[in-house]
């Protein structure tokens, strides 16, 4: 059995995002129905809609940050029930059972996850389409809460901006006595901003734009540093612990490099693909530090990062849109238009 589902997807790397009439399977004994009320625009979303990084499969309807709430629950179910707050993120399957997914480091599974759209059901072999839809089917295994209190369109894109973050800040320890750095305020950026600060640490905002002080400041950034004035970035060589480089696209990390402490780490984010100029390895070496890399995280530590959220009301600045105006957004991320992510509300769903 199956059930009809309205979404907006696209048919091809060059073709706009249009309504598209599809289904899902109907609840398994472990699965949970939502009916999605909010989804989150990622720069990814683009990236897999356009082919950019080759393995799209079409039609493809995106959306990896979602919020809604439970329709209905299989008979196995005991965790979630009909009317919770819940959330999905970026994959809706593993393999469970490999050493990763021991860990509860899911996205990292040894024999590959589930993505929650552009992806293959390893049950049925049915495609996975995501939240620019108005109803999922998940596993509850893949399911989280979504705290009272947090408000639901700025939750939304906690689960995949806000838990990439989240992750690498959880994992190298940060604390009271951290010194973290963002590269770039976006999607990701102004949650490294919030979160880091929300966890104690110093934080500092890099970035080539001197306009950006004001936000940067009321989102948790102690200081800016401009990347393009070298007396500003000499004035914090040696300084940070941990910098969380949110930039989507080919840079020089070089300079940021420069700016870690004795030990300290440079974690990729926001960026798939060969380093251009060339990582140097003389300060890697002489100073015992790291340039690394994180992707999402797992369910266990992303239901952690939402109940921290909730503590300490933090949400995404998010700008909410109509289902039909989502390739127009679209071009405005590509412009860096917003503050700071997009999130459809699902009501908006044209009937037909």
Known sequence: MVMNVRGYATHSPTSPLGLFNFVRRDARATDVVIDILYCGVCHSDIHNARNDWDGSR???VPGHEIVGRVREVGAGVTGFKAGDAVGVGCLVDS???CRTCARGLEQYCENGFTPTYNGTDPHDRMPTF??????????????VKVPDGLELSG???LLCA?????????HWKVGQSSKVAVVGLGGLGHMALKLSKAMGADVTLFTRSAGKGDDARRLGADRMV??????QMAAVNGEFDLIIDTVPYVHDVNPYVATLAISGTLVLVGYLGPLDPMLNSAPLVMGRKTVAGSVIGGIAETQEMLDFCAVHGITSDVEVIRMQDINASFERMLKSDVKYRFVIDT??????
């Open 155 to 157: 939750a939304a894109p």
């Open 58 to 60: 079409y039609p493809m």
């Open 226 to 231: 401009l990347s393009t004035d070298a007396a």
């Open 162 to 170: 806000g838990i990439t973050t989240w992750s690498p800040l959880r």
């Open 130 to 143: 995501g939240g620019y839809s108005e109803r999922i089917v998940v596993s509850d295994k893949f399911v």
């Open 347 to 352: 009501a908006s769903m044209p009937a037909a």
């Open 95 to 97: 393999c469970q059972h």
